[in-house]
């Protein structure tokens, strides 16, 4: 049990700080700003320490849902620019970019962490085999 914890706060922690990253290295080129990058890391640490304050999952769903607006606007973003721009160039596999592909893969698993607290919260936990296959085919 110890090492399972100890893995699942590793691999969050893992996965805060490369959304921290991602997070900074955007602002900084989207605003062009002539800053340095370790300010653009520091500036959304407290919005996030807020947000990790909440001790319930429920208490979530409105910035959840304010997140899946925001992955849909970027989607749709996406498919228009590149519907404009769009340009064949198909590009070979290279070792270099290997770590990249390894990190993109193991944080698709993210959720995982999540599981044991839903199931724990649900009212009629024996449904949630069906609940759990239903998103993973979604």
Known sequence: ETFVNSMLVLTQFGYCVGY???????????????????????APIPALLVLAMVRSVRSLAPFSNLANVALLAGFVAVIVYVSRHFDWHPSKPSIATFPLFVGEMTAALEGIALVLPIE??????ERFPVVLRIALVM
Do not use: C, N, P, Q
Request: hydrophobic letters at 50%.
């Open 20 to 42: 921290l990253i991602f997070i900074s290295s955007t602002l900084h080129d989207l605003l062009k700003s002539e800053a340095h990058l370790y300010w653009f890391v520091l």
């Open 120 to 125: 724990t919260g649900m009212k009629a936990r």
